[in-house]
Structures are given as C-alpha cells and as structure tokens.
C-alpha cells in the first residue's frame, strides 16, 4: 500500500508540474494577442480561449500518457495504446470496468482519477480566468 501511495502522490505532483508549466505557457501565449488584438476584442477573446483549449487539451494527454507510463513500469498493460487507455478512462473518472487491476496495484486507480479531478479543476479554472480577465473588456465596449 505504502508503494502505491508513493507513486501515486509523486504522480500527482509531477502532474500538477506539467500544469504550472501549461498555466505559465498560457499566460506567455495569450497575453501578446491582447495588445495586437486590441481593436478587435471578440477575436481576442476567441483566440485566447483557443489557445488555451488546445495548451490544456495538450497538458492532460501529456498527464494520462505519464500515467500510462507507470502502468507500463508495472506490467498493468501489456501494450501502451491499452495503458494510455486505461489511464485517460480513469483519469477523466469515466471508469468502464473493463479493467480490473492488480490487488497489489489497486489504489493507482483512484489516485489516477483523484489526478484527474484535481487537473480537470485546473483547467477549468484557466478557462475561468481568461473570460473573466477579458470579457470586461468587451463588456465595456458595447
């Protein structure tokens, strides 16, 4: 049990790392677009949300294919594409139940899911902000 909640909680921390990184790329990507887009703030704001899905959509495959990595390391899967499977049902919490892991591994499931619910929260809450950070502005202007 100790073993899995190790890996688990370093899993989660490496995945809330590749989050700062995103949320550090968004704010350096989407910020120069304000000031060239300035005349025209609906295609800011659409372009700014787009770009934030697409950084975000990015970020949580590069999450589920971390834990897809650990479930490979520990024989979970016999292939990577059934592992990256694996770990996007659970990580998005959908949980079909056509896995059954290990008894020795059971509880990288629910950290892989409590990952995923922590992440997903992230990202919604950097779709939060670029509204409420540019939305004013059009707001303001009609």
Do not use: C
Not at 24 to 35: D, G, T
Not at 61 to 86: E, K, P, Q, R, T
């Amino acid at each position: 049990m100790a073993f899995e909640l190790s890996i688990g909680f370093g899993a989660i921390i490496l995945a809330m790392i590749i989050h700062l990184g995103a949320t550090i790329l968004i704010v350096r990507v989407v910020r120069p677009f304000e000031y060239l887009l300035k005349p025209s703030p609906y295609l800011f704001i659409a372009i700014a949300l787009i770009l934030t899905n697409s950084i975000l959509f990015v970020t949580h495959l590069v999450g589920v294919g971390m834990w897809s990595s650990i479930y490979m390391l520990l024989g979970l899967a016999d292939n990577f594409s059934n592992a990256f499977y694996s770990a996007f049902i659970t990580n998005t919490t959908l949980g079909l139940g056509d896995v059954r892991p290990d008894a020795a591994t059971r509880l990288l499931a629910p950290l892989t899911a409590t990952s995923g619910i922590l992440m997903i929260g992230w990202s919604t809450a950097l779709f939060i902000y670029v509204i409420q950070t540019y939305l004013p502005h059009i707001a303001r202007r009609d």
